[in-house]
């Protein structure tokens, strides 16, 4: 599972803001955000299992990011929903095409919500593979999570809550925004057995969130900050990446990439 707090055309620097948290087994090998050496452009972290990802950007400005869909049973021989980051990434298909994709062979995979889109771009979308269509996030702040889109679960409120008022304030230092993606806060009203999953941030020795990232897009480039959490809860590691994406004929296209580690 996974959660993502978007704020889009609500800031004068940044019309695109992403705050997400990575929650996975705890086992499970991933890599780092890093920039993939077999798929021309991805900047994301990798899952080591299936070889996909949870979030990621690349040189030609898009972004994606997958959550997991509780609507449905999963099945045991579905696809990777990593491999849809992965593929709007590191493909070649017009937003067209892979929407096209995505109606064609969304039951191939368990359940999900896929954003994806990029800055001046057309903006972004969600797939749901609940009714398999794709709708336009609008201006505003949404949230993503295991429910609908924009669902009103107190964390998800809670979370877009304190993306406003980061906003507001003009606190926008990516130490402060992580430290609001660490809130452990639990809500009284949910199921015993699914308390410890009610907090923004999943604290567990077996099951957890495992990595913060943060983008912050602007015209010309994004800003990439993840950090990194041990099963008890303790940072383990984090990075920072910029990309410049000047503006091309159709939009943003490639550019180049710098790299500084925090």
Known sequence: MCILFIAVERHPKYPLIIAANRDEMHARPSAPVHF????????????????????????????????????????????????????????????????????REHRAYNPFHLIYGGI????????????????????????????????????MSRGVEMLRRHIDEDDLAAGALARTMRDQTQ?????????????????????GTRATTLL???RGGFGLHEYRYAPDGAES?????????????????????????T
């Open 187 to 207: 809500f009284d009203g949910a199921p015993p057995r699914e308390k410890h999953l009610s907090s923004i941030f999943i604290l567990g020795a077996q099951y």
């Open 36 to 103: 993939w050496r077999d798929r021309r452009g991805i900047l994301a972290g990798r899952d080591r299992v299936a070889g996909g990802a949870w979030f990621g950007v690349n040189r030609d400005g898009r972004v994606a990011g997958i959550t997991n869909y509780r609507g449905a049973p999963a099945k045991t021989d579905a696809r990777s929903r990593g491999e849809l980051v992965a593929r709007f990434l590191g493909g070649d298909d017009s937003r067209a095409g892979f929407e096209e994709f995505l109606r």
């Open 216 to 218: 912050f897009g602007a």
């Open 120 to 155: 001046g771009d057309g903006g972004l979308r969600c797939f749901s593979s609940a009714d398999g269509r794709a709708r336009p996030l609008a201006r505003g702040f949404h949230s993503i999570g295991n429910g609908a889109l924009d669902d009103a679960w107190p964390k």
């Open 237 to 261: 590691g984090r990075a920072h990446f910029s990309l410049d994406i000047p503006r091309a004929p159709r939009g943003i296209q490639s550019g180049q990439a710098a790299r500084a580690a």
